[in-house]
């Protein structure tokens, strides 16, 4: 996992290296009982770690589904959007092109001639509240019994928390929910036991905490710390280190120095 790491560092995205082998691991693990969709694949960060996952495991196609126009977000940030290209470059040069599938498209509107099953599906299109609801309420129905949901970005989205606590957490079709940093994952099922929904709502607490905290240090980083002064020290400290890893002149070594 090491080497994909290496490989998607170098690509532009949101998502984290433990996300991403969260990623890895659950598209590694399909058993080609469907495909894997992805909603909202940018550059390509989060289709490499599936393709991956994917080439370890069964081999199933992953549908990659981005109008690579950016979301709402990104147009204020960067202005106009395209990155298809980029996609396309990132994903032959990770060497996954044999089974990456990409739709230029808007995910709701993929979803209305998409007939096959799925087996995994990871939702990081939109993230308003409205967006990921519709994107639940396109692909939930798709996705087998056994088969995996995971959403990005449930901590610092308050939509895609909203839709995870109602739609996953409290669901009678979940079970088995983890979360890892800003990603929620669940198994779907024909019907969870009462185990399984106390189970749940256990997960649902510690999430909540687990959300609160992180929302908690990016507040504390962004807000606070993220100032002239702290930059100015972090600058400084780098520079010293810089300079106590550069090796001394030739001859100016002190004779009997430890
Ligand atoms: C946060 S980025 C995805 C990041 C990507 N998963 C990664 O790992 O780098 C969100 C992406 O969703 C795409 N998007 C926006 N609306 C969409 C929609 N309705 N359907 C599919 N993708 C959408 C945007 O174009 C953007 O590329």
Redo the contacts with the bound molecule.
């Keep these: 996992m090491k080497s994909i790491q290496a490989e998607v560092e170098a ?5 984290n290296p433990e996300e ?1 082998r969260l990623l890895y691991r659950l598209a590694r693990r399909c058993k080609g009982r469907g495909a894997i969709v ?10 490499i ?1 599936l393709s991956n996952g994917s080439l370890a495991g069964s081999h199933a196609k992953v549908h990659a ?8 977000e ?1 147009s204020e940030m960067f202005g106009k ?1 395209w ?1 298809f290209e980029e996609f396309q470059r990132n994903i032959e040069q990770a060497g996954v092109t044999e089974v990456v599938v990409p739709h230029v ?6 979803a209305k001639t998409f007939s096959e099953s799925v087996e995994l599906i ?1 939702v ?4 308003e509240y409205e ?1 990921v609801r ?2 639940f309420e396109a692909w939930f129905p798709k996705v087998v019994n056994g088969g995996w949901m995971a959403f ?2 449930t901590t610092c989205w308050p939509g895609v928390l909203n839709v995870v606590v109602n739609s996953v957490f409290k669901s009678r079709r979940f079970r088995k929910i983890g979360f890892r940093r800003s990603i929620v994952y669940a198994e779907k099922v024909a019907e969870n036991t009462f185990v399984e929904r106390v189970g749940n709502r256990i997960m649902l607490a510690l999430f909540l905490l687990h959300a609160w905290s992180e929302r908690f240090v990016w507040r504390l980083v962004h807000n606070y710390l993220d100032c002239g002064p702290t930059r100015a020290f972090v600058a400084y400290i780098k520079r010293k280190r810089q300079l106590r890893s550069v090796p001394a002149p030739m001859g100016s070594e002190r004779v009997g120095a430890p």
Excluded: M, Q, R
């Design positions: 690509v532009d995205g949101w998502l991403g992805e909603i909202g694949s940018w550059k390509g960060k989060s289709t770690w589904i981005d109008p690579h126009t950016g979301s709402p990104h959007v990155t498209d808007f995910s709701t509107a993929v990871f990081d299109g939109l993230h967006g519709d994107d990005h970005d």
